[in-house]
């Protein structure tokens, strides 16, 4: 389900995914109130929601849906990565924060793993809360080369990674290898001790 005041949002979320059979939009709102009163009736996996909608605030909504409908999965989506609602929604309970200007195929996958049960956020979101945004630009990693990182220094192999982010093993290989290079570290071990005295991790 996506709730967003915006039908260019609501529309292209729709496109999106209109190739992807695993993920199916059931529903739509366009505000906070409309999409508590619609979705125990819809009874969505998931709900992509607005970090700002003209009624209520995400946090409100978040609250709303984990009582009316406990089954789904919330999602934040927002254009504002430093927004610190992003951290009250997380807060409240939502599952999970994405920028709205994530590549549709990093999307799906973020929206595939929060169904299974993690939690995933944007690391360039909220650099207010963690610090990690302003150390990540520092750094110069992008978002995947981070994200990569970060599944190693959690002692995840490669294969594991490949399988966790939906990523083809060569693609995780790249992404690491050029993390290294930024960190100028030779190989995971010294790169992961990089990234924490940088903040990263």
């Given at each position: 389900m996506v709730v967003d005041d915006h039908p260019v949002v609501r529309d292209g979320v729709a496109l999106l995914l209109r190739g992807e059979p695993s993920l199916v939009v059931v529903g739509?709102?366009?505000?906070?109130?409309?999409?508590?009163?619609?979705?125990?009736?819809?009874?969505?996996?998931?709900?992509?929601?607005?970090l700002r909608l003209p009624d209520m605030l995400a946090p409100e909504v978040v609250a709303g849906l984990r009582t009316g409908c406990p089954e789904a999965k919330v999602v934040?989506?927002?254009?504002?990565?430093?927004?610190?609602?992003?951290?009250?929604?997380?807060?409240?309970?939502?599952?999970?924060?994405?920028?709205?200007?994530?590549?549709?195929?990093?999307?799906?996958?973020?929206?595939?793993?929060?169904?299974?049960?993690?939690?995933?956020?944007?690391?360039?979101?909220?650099?207010?809360?963690?610090?990690?945004?302003a150390a990540l630009a520092r750094s110069g990693l992008t978002r995947r080369e981070y994200e990569v990182l970060r599944l190693a220094a959690q002692g995840r192999t490669n294969p594991e990674i490949a399988e966790s982010t939906g990523l083809a093993r060569n693609t995780v290989k790249t992404y690491l290898q050029s993390a290294l290079h930024k960190l100028g570290a030779r190989n995971r071990v010294e790169a992961i001790g990089k990234a924490s005295e940088a903040g990263l991790l």
């Open positions: 739509a709102a366009e505000s906070g109130r409309t999409a508590l009163e619609r979705a125990p009736g819809l009874r969505p996996d998931l709900v992509l929601l607005d934040v989506f927002t254009a504002h990565g430093d927004h610190h609602g992003v951290q009250a929604a997380l807060d409240a309970g939502a599952h999970g924060a994405l920028l709205k200007d994530a590549a549709a195929t990093d999307l799906v996958a973020a929206l595939r793993r929060v169904l299974k049960g993690e939690r995933v956020s944007d690391p360039r979101m909220t650099p207010g809360v963690d610090g990690r945004g």
